[in-house]
């Protein structure tokens, strides 16, 4: 009589460890990756246009300062090209110059900002913190449920 459970048990405990194996042939389900000089979450243009939208939306920019801010960005993004063509740098300098280029092109479009548009602008969160979501620690996201 144990002979049937032995032999089931051990077809069963094969299938399981065989089962990995039936799929290795089949390609990894990653998106595809974008084409060489494009930004990964998309047009770069479009995503420059959408920030200088809501800027102005929030802060009711002139169109003398849109201008000025469109071309702070243009300035910091050839900083940018340069800096990631750099290939002298290591990964934590090229970190640290990238945080000093976004620093410096904040601080540039904040100066030509009135001094009501700096104080709403002091209260947005950085640009580059966008896509990632609010800071760990904020406070906004209640706490999790304490274990019984």
Known sequence: MKSPYRFLSLLGLSALALAPLARADEPPATPPAPPAGEHPHGDRAAMRAKRLT?????????????????AIWAASEEQGKALRDDDSLSREDRRAKMEAIMKSSHDQVRAILTPDQQKTFDAMPPEHR???????????????????
Not at 54 to 70: G, P
């Open 54 to 70: 809501e800027l102005t939306q929030k802060l009711s920019l002139t169109d003398a300062q849109q201008q000025q801010v469109k």
């Open 130 to 148: 966008g896509h990632r979501g609010p800071p760990k620690g904020d406070g906004d996201a209640p706490p999790p449920p304490k274990p019984q």
